[in-house]
C-alpha cells in the first residue's frame, strides 16, 4: 500500500508561483514513476507532468512546458511541481499519483498509475 499526500496548494494571482509536494509512504518510492494531473471543476482529469525513477524521463503537458518543472527527491520521498507563471487556467485540484510497476516509465496516461492522493487546490486570479 502506498499512501500519497499532495501540499502547496493556495490562491496566487496571475503570474505567481506555487511549489507543490507530494510526500509518498513505501520503502521504494525510489523505483516508482511519479506523475501530476489536475481536474477543473466540469473537465476531466488532465496530465499535467511526469517523472521516471531515476528522473531521467521528464513529461510535460504542452499547456506547462516552460514554466511547470517536475522533480523528485528519493531520500526524502518526495516528488514536487514548481509552478511558475500562473495563469487563470491553471485553477485546479491538482494530484500526485504513482506507478509501482516494475521499471515503470513517465507516463501520460492516468490509468497507468495505481495510487492517487486525495488533491490541493491551486487557484489562480486573474
Known amino acids: 500500500q502506498v499512501q500519497l499526500v499532495e501540499s502547496g496548494g493556495g490562491l496566487v494571482q496571475a503570474g505567481g508561483s506555487l511549489r507543490l509536494s507530494c510526500a509518498a509512504s513505501g520503502r521504494t518510492f525510489s523505483g516508482y514513476a511519479m506523475g501530476w494531473f489536475r481536474q477543473a471543476p466540469g473537465k476531466e482529469r488532465e496530465f499535467v507532468a511526469a517523472?521516471?525513477?531515476?528522473?531521467?524521463?521528464?513529461y510535460y503537458a504542452d499547456s506547462v512546458k516552460g514554466r511547470f518543472t517536475i522533480s523528485r527527491d528519493n531520500a526524502k520521498n518526495t516528488v514536487y511541481l514548481q509552478m511558475n507563471s500562473l495563469k487563470p487556467e491553471d485553477t485546479a485540484l491538482y494530484y500526485c499519483a504513482a506507478d509501482v510497476s516494475f521499471g515503470g516509465l513517465a507516463s501520460e496516461s492516468l490509468y497507468e498509475y495505481d495510487y492517487w492522493g486525495q488533491g490541493t487546490q491551486v487557484t489562480v486570479s486573474s
Open positions: 517523472i521516471n525513477w531515476s528522473a531521467i524521463n521528464i
